[in-house]
Every structure is written in C-alpha cells, then in structure tokens.
C-alpha cells in the first residue's frame, strides 16, 4: 500500500502566506498528507518551526526554499532549494543577499506611491510585515484597508503588480548563482512552475531546462496549481527525457491565495513516491 499524498510547495508568515510555518504543518496533517516541504520565499526563518512541529506530528519534512532568479520580462524563473541546512553559512549569505535585493526595491515603491497622492509608509509596511520577509501582498493589504483601492488584486492592477507605475523589480540572482548556493547549503535546486517561464515553444523550455540541468538543476515541478492536465503531462515526459527528478506542490499561501488548498494542486494530487525520490537526492547530494 503506498502512502498518502505530500505537498512540496507552500508559504507561511515567514513569507507571504497567512499561516505561520506550525500551523501549516498542522493542516498538512488535518488534510491526511504523508509529507510536506515548506519553501518560503528567499528566507529558511520558518524552517525550525515546520520542523519541529513536524516531528511532532510524525509528518515527514524536508525544509525548502523558493528564490527568485533573472530572467527576462514577461516570464519569471523561480528555483526551488529542497533539503537545505538552515544552519549552513552558504545559505546564510544567500539569504542576506535576496533579503537585499527586495529591501532596496522598497523604499523605491513608498517614494513613488507617496509622489502618486498614496500616502503610506516604509513603517507601516514594516509593522504589517511583523519582522518577517517584506513583501507587496502586505503593501497591498495595507492599501486596500487605507481604501486607496477595493481589493489586493486592484492594488497590483493599478499601483504595484507588473507593468503599474510604482512597480520596480527587486535585484536578483542569476539562475546559475541561485542553484549553486542551493548547492552549497547541502541541497538540491528544482525549476518551479516552469510555465510561468511563458516559453514560446517546447523546444526553447526544453533548452531551457537543459542549460539550467548543466548547471546543477535536479529536477522539475510537474504538477502545481498553474498547471492543467496536458501541461503536467507535458513536464512529466520532460523529466523523464532529460533524466530529472518530479516534484509537486499547491503553492500554498493561505488565505493570500484563496482559490488554493494545501495537498491540492488544480484538482491534482502529488503522489508519495516523488518524496521518497527527492529525499534519496538530497542524501545523495550531501554526500558528493
Ligand atoms: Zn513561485
Ligand atoms: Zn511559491
């Protein structure tokens, strides 16, 4: 009999979810899922958390990671580290550095909301943020509250999402950089939600993927909430051509993302064996 199913991919208040790291682990077990990796963006401040609460709850648990890295407008690339030391200073300077990156873009987007007549603060975004990672899901919360627009997705629509004029791009590292410190922090780098590359064709994301395996990547992420049936086939015959590993995850947010459920992946479910597979990956990769 084979286990039940995992989830590979959520956020909690260490980034922009709305659950902190025990309580998703909590709804993992609530939801009967066998396994979970918590993959915050840019920070591993909610991986002692998960892990503890975790063991407690007998769920197998790998910490993760989510970084975004370069790549050109309008796709974005963002690189999953699974099975990462918390501890290790590699990653400690990878985290200083995205948490950089972000922090110079802000203060950038208060100066042009406060020139638009939006008058909100570096001090009030921080408040919201409660000493965690910074970020725009917070800013809009705080624009809709302030009634400057009607809801988080008209605070992207007009003021901060893509393209709107107090938008600015944080710095960030290269896809070759991001997955060697995945690297160097004792894991292993898999591409998130490759569609969200807006790749042109198959062939220019198999090329895609293949330049990102010679750096090091060691799997992709077939089944996620973005992903419809024919999509997840597509990548999952992509792994198997190019000999990478399978991951799956909801891409969890809480409430922040309400039409998506822990364990729960545009109606598809991740199945055990692409755990077990991971975490023999991450052993091997600690030992080499
Ligand atoms: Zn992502
Ligand atoms: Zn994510």
């Known amino acids: 009999m084979s286990l039940p199913f995992i989830d590979l991919h959520c956020h909690s208040t260490a980034s922009d979810g709305t659950l902190a790291p025990a309580e998703v682990v909590r709804l993992a077990v609530d939801r009967g899922l066998s396994a979970l990796a918590l993959t915050d963006h ?19 648990f790998l910490p993760g990671i989510e970084i975004s890295a370069e790549f050109p407008h309008p796709g974005t690339l963002h690189l999953l580290g699974y099975g990462i030391d918390a501890d290790n200073p590699s990653l400690k300077n990878l985290t200083a550095t995205l948490i ?13 909301l406060n020139e638009m007549g939006v008058h909100v ?15 725009r899901p917070q800013l809009a919360a705080i624009l809709e509250r ?11 629509d007009k003021y901060i999402g893509h393209g709107a004029p107090a938008y600015f791009d944080k710095e960030r ?11 160097q922090s004792g894991g292993v780098a898999v591409l998130a939600h490759p569609i ?15 330049d990102l395996r010679d750096l090091d990547l060691a799997g992709i992420e077939v089944i996620h909430s973005d ?6 086939e597509k990548y999952d015959a992509l792994a198997d051509r190019l000999g ?10 809480g409430s922040n993302k309400q039409d998506v459920d822990l364990g729960v992946a545009n109606g598809r479910r991740v199945p055990r064996q692409w755990f077990d597979a991971l975490r023999e990956a991450v052993a091997a990769a600690a030992k080499s």
């Open 244 to 253: 990478l590993l399978k991951t799956g995850g909801s891409d969890f947010h």
């Open 121 to 135: 603060s570096m001090k009030e975004w921080e408040d919201e943020a409660h000493g965690e990672v910074m970020g």
């Open 227 to 232: 992903h419809d049936a024919a999509t997840v």
């Open 42 to 60: 840019d920070t591993v401040a909610g991986i002692a958390e998960a892990a503890a609460e975790a063991s407690r709850a007998g769920l197998d």
């Open 173 to 183: 590292l290269s896809p070759k950089r991001a997955i060697e410190l995945v690297r």
């Open 100 to 112: 950089a990156g972000r922090n110079n873009r802000n203060p950038r987007i208060i100066a042009k």
């Open 146 to 156: 302030k009634g400057y627009v009607s809801s988080i997705k008209q605070a992207f």
């Open 196 to 210: 969200q590359l807006r790749c042109q064709n198959d062939a220019q994301l198999e090329r895609i993927v293949k």
